[in-house]
């Protein structure tokens, strides 16, 4: 069987659970790797048959998306001319990580396609929603990347066909300790708003993971350090807590490893509105921003010892088996 899985590379978390996936599908047969988008830093171990543009959402520099820069990134005419170009009727089976391209290319060809992503969950009636509903958000989300069947992983299991997150091996083997410092991702604040808000805490010590520098440096009690993958979860494996953005998977990495956790969505990011609704129902706390108004709250998570905890079985063969077995 030939199978085509497609990976969004907008950020970090789709090419992260693409690493435990893929081996789970090589036992169906030969499977190729699709890759769209710019903004993601990991670099997978295996080959990727089509790198392509797609539609790439791009990290503001003070707390959410810029809207400008995803918008002038991304032209309709390459867009179009990747979806006509794709060869998906080469595939038995298509399998879609929230990845634009072979969406529509599936789509416009009337082609079977398995949506098999974190946003298909967060989307589903059966799962939190914010008070505030995002119309175009929404909408964007609904039709970025369209889907035959839906499958999804969400922090909980809302119903039969939404599963808990896929936690990579490499982190499931770590060695989880409490060394005192604290775990920074926050890829839409560059390293400016970051040391500003940080510095202020200055009995913590802050190990801070920036889109933004590819040099290394300490700045009082913050230390600056450039995107990467072993020396993250490394650093979050050992220490008291971990601050990021509302997204998935590195929220849900820092739940199974029982740190403490505090979230802060993005600007103009709907699907991060969604995870923060989720985790805030679970009993994590939320913040809207890093400006002055938060700093008590900050404050009050550093000095709070409440974990949230969860049960996130390896079961990610389990459920590629079941979903391979009912479309072929």
Not at 32 to 53: C, I, M, N, W
Not at 88 to 95: A, F
């Amino acid at each position: 069987m030939k199978i085509l899985y497609a990976v969004q590379g907008t950020g970090n978390g789709h090419l992260s659970r693409a690493m435990d996936i893929v081996p789970c599908l090589r036992n169906f047969g030969e499977v190729d790797v699709l890759v769209s988008g710019t903004q993601a830093d990991l670099v997978l171990p295996f080959e990727v048959k089509y790198r392509l543009h797609g539609l790439s959402f791009i990290f503001g520099k003070s707390g959410g998306v810029d809207l400008w820069k995803t918008f002038m990134s991304s032209t309709v005419r390459k867009f179009t001319q990747e979806i006509k170009s794709l060869p998906i009727e080469q595939y038995d089976l298509v399998i879609n990580d929230f990845e634009p391209i072979s969406a529509w290319s599936a789509h416009m060809k009337e082609y079977p396609c398995i949506g098999l992503s974190h946003q298909i969950a967060a989307l589903d009636p059966s799962s939190p929603k914010p008070d505030d509903t995002d119309m175009l958000g929404k909408f964007i989300m609904k039709n970025y990347a369209p889907s035959t069947y839906a499958y999804g992983f969400h922090f909980k299991s809302y119903n039969k066909n939404i599963f808990t997150p896929v936690i990579r091996n490499s982190v499931r083997g770590l060695d989880v300790q409490d060394k005192g410092h604290y775990t920074v991702y926050l890829p839409a604040y560059d390293d400016a708003h970051l040391l500003k808000h940080l510095m202020k805490f200055s009995d913590i010590n802050w190990q801070v993971f920036s889109k933004h520098n590819s040099r290394a440096f300490d700045m009082k009690n913050v230390s600056i350090r450039p995107i990467n993958n072993d020396a993250f979860i490394t650093s979050m494996a050992s220490s008291s807590g971990v601050l990021c953005g509302a997204g998935f998977e590195t929220p849900a990495e820092a739940l199974f490893l029982q740190k403490k956790l505090l979230v802060v969505p993005m600007k103009n990011q709907y699907e991060q509105h969604l995870n923060a609704a989720a985790l805030e129902e679970m009993g994590v706390p939320v913040i809207s921003s890093l400006k002055q108004k938060n700093m008590l709250s900050i404050e009050a998570w550093l000095n709070s010892k409440s974990r949230v905890v969860v049960d996130y079985k390896n079961n990610t063969q389990e459920i590629i088996t079941n979903i391979v077995t009912k479309h072929t």
